[in-house]
């Protein structure tokens, strides 16, 4: 540990100073460590890292269908941004010069605050739009309907880059209740190790209808605006066969009988 503290303290030294000494009282053995490091020769140990550096703003930009020729301003937070090396690999990116006039320490937690206080009831701050998108894709999986051999049993319903808050329906053929499960379309994409499993629902009160045929089942999929998923609804299509009213005595009439579908709630 007191290495790592030696060597965290020697890197901060070097954003501000080509050079930093390094020192480890009895490191082992009753072994003292002393050196001095420049900047340049830290730049080199840790050369894989710093080439990773504008690969997220690549795709950033990639998604958003912009040059970086399109960007005015590059405003720089986060305390890593202080690194030399860092700002110049974001500066040569660009081809302009960086922005620091916002506080690179506090910067992202204020604007969560501020994020947070739009959302609360709590709050009256000053209108400002937030369009917040879906960055991990989302999927939903179910076993396949014996009476359907040829039905998809997977489909992506959240696409990565989708707005939030966003609802979609999904539509099923069955004559037996069922489950369906939610999880991450990708999961290389998660940082860490996150587990991808959303999140099972079961679908009761499906059966087949009076004809022994499918019942047509619509579920309700909704992200909200915090990005929570949920199966708000479920409800399955009803046809329905009309007759028109008798004509009287000398009207002719030549419509056909109406028909019309009605959506039924699906009950536990």
């Not at 290495?3 to 954003?15: D, F, G, I, P």
């Not at 501020?114 to 989302?138: E, G, K, T």
């Not at 489909?155 to 966003?166: E, H, I, K, Q």
């Not at 369906?180 to 940082?191: C, G, S």
Request: with cysteine; net charge negative; proline share 7%.
């Amino acid at each position: 540990s007191r290495t790592l503290a030696a060597a965290e303290k020697m890197k901060k030294v070097l954003s501000a100073n080509p050079a930093a000494p390094m020192s480890i009282e009895s490191l082992m053995e009753d072994v003292d460590v002393r050196a001095i490091v420049k900047r340049e020769e830290l730049e080199t140990m840790v050369k894989p890292l710093l080439d990773r550096v504008t690969v997220p703003i690549e795709e950033a930009l990639a998604e958003a269908k912009l040059k970086p020729e399109d960007i005015d301003f590059v405003e720089m937070v986060g305390g890593c941004t202080r690194v030399p090396a860092i700002k110049d690999a974001v500066a040569k990116f660009f081809g302009k010069t960086l922005s620091f006039t916002l506080n690179q320490d506090e910067a992202i937690a204020r604007g969560c605050a501020f994020s947070c206080a739009i959302l609360s009831p709590v709050f009256r701050v000053r209108d400002f739009s937030v369009h917040d998108i879906v960055n991990y894709p989302i999927e939903f999986t179910w076993e396949q309907s014996a009476d359907i051999p040829d039905e998809d049993t997977s489909l992506t319903v959240f696409n990565r880059g989708n707005v939030m808050p966003s609802t979609k329906i999904l539509t099923f053929y069955r004559k037996q209740p069922f489950d369906l499960e939610a999880r991450y379309a990708k999961p290389e994409m998660l940082p860490g190790k996150v587990n991808p499993w959303v999140g099972r629902f079961s679908v009761k009160g499906v059966k087949a209808d009076a004809n022994d045929d499918f019942m047509i089942c619509k579920l309700k999929a909704r992200l909200n605006l915090h990005g929570i998923l949920n199966l708000e609804s479920g409800y399955y299509v009803e046809d329905m066969e009309v007759e028109e009213p008798v004509p009287e005595e000398g009207d002719v009439s030549d419509k056909p009988p109406r028909s019309f579908s009605r959506d039924v709630p699906i009950t536990d």
